[in-house]
């Protein structure tokens, strides 16, 4: 059952006392005003970049399990801001104002206990969020290992709806470069290569049919890739129209070798993660703002997505597997 609790309306007053009240949060949204903005075209969508040095500690954190084990964590509710307020979300999660902001509203909704960053058990919480926090918001979730910056609190996070520009330009994706997978009544999965991205999109209104598409995409990803932690993977969803929209990013690495290059002129800080790759790419570093062309951009993407091959194998067991589970 759905909760009649209007979240959007918690969210707006949130947003409104925190800007009021917390110096830092109030910076923060402050200076999204003054970003620098530089948008490339490709055939049928565009990704922005963003200049924005607030994000350096995001971009640059170590995530390894040392420094994760030497840090205290800023998601237990113990450890937070003084001045940082919080909505309840059910039992088991709740609802921050990000303080370090890409969106002009950011949101950070982490769980209230302190495990790890893992989506098999966490996605109807996912599908909760984002009819909670609909139509102002989209949804996502960063993999352990590919763009989360707190690995071991579960969380995802929120944005501002059609920030993103795959928000927007999904419909047109859709129709140029969407492959059907399977098809009822009350779902569809489609696989999309749009040339820089290979992502995998439930697409269905009832709740449960998704959940069991998507554990099923799990087990058959998992199998492909050997990655029996969790195969990586960034989330963007929505809920609009009465139905829910999963975009699932299917990733083989984290950040791109130019991340890490020893020689400082051709090293890149960007560490791609959801929103990077849906489409508003995010550099803390002015100078990676202004070195970055279209065609790096378009090398950083082809490298830490899985590759064509990977991708035509895991369409055809994903079939195989959603038709044998229906038959
Ligand atoms: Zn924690």
Redesign the pocket.
């Known amino acids: 059952m759905k909760e009649n609790k209007n979240y959007l309306q918690l969210v707006s007053i949130l947003f409104k006392e925190q800007k009021l009240n917390w110096e830092q949060c109030k910076n923060g949204y402050a200076t999204l005003d003054s970003v620098e903005v530089k948008v490339f075209h490709f055939e049928n969508f565009s990704i922005k970049l963003q200049f924005n040095p607030g994000r350096m500690i995001s971009t640059s954190a170590k995530v390894d399990a040392k420094s994760i084990n030497e840090r205290k964590?800023?998601?237990?509710r113990a450890?937070l801001p003084k001045e940082q307020q919080a909505v309840e979300y059910k039992d088991d999660f709740f609802i921050l104002v990000n303080p370090f902001p890409i969106f002009p509203e950011h949101l950070t909704l982490?769980s209230l206990h302190?495990t790890k960053q893992e989506i098999k058990n966490s996605f109807p919480v996912l599908l909760d969020f984002c009819e909670d926090l609909s139509p102002d918001f989209s949804v996502f979730y960063n993999g352990p290992k590919c763009g989360a910056s707190?690995p071991?609190?579960l969380h995802f996070q929120a944005g501002t709806r059609n920030f993103m520009t795959i928000d927007h330009e999904y419909d047109l994706l859709k129709e140029k470069y969407a492959e059907k997978i399977t098809e009822n009544n009350s779902l569809c999965v489609y696989a999309i290569d749009d040339g820089l991205r290979k992502m995998i999109v439930f697409e269905g209104e009832v709740k449960s049919e998704i959940e069991r598409a998507f554990q099923i995409f799990y087990s058959s990803f998992t199998e492909l890739t050997g990655q029996y932690e969790e195969p990586m993977m960034n989330i963007v969803g929505a809920f609009q129209n009465k139905q829910w929209r999963i975009i699932v990013f299917l990733r083989r690495k984290h950040r791109p070798d130019v991340f890490f290059d020893a020689d400082e002129e051709k090293r890149i800080l960007l560490s791609p993660a959801a929103v990077d790759i849906g489409g508003v790419c995010i550099t803390p570093r002015e100078k990676d703002f202004e070195k970055i062309t279209k065609e790096k951009l378009e090398e950083i993407f082809k490298e830490v997505f899985i590759v064509e091959k990977e991708f035509n194998t895991l369409k055809i067991k994903l079939k195989n597997d959603l038709e044998n589970n229906y038959s």
């Open positions: 964590c800023f998601l237990c450890n982490p302190h707190a071991d609190h």
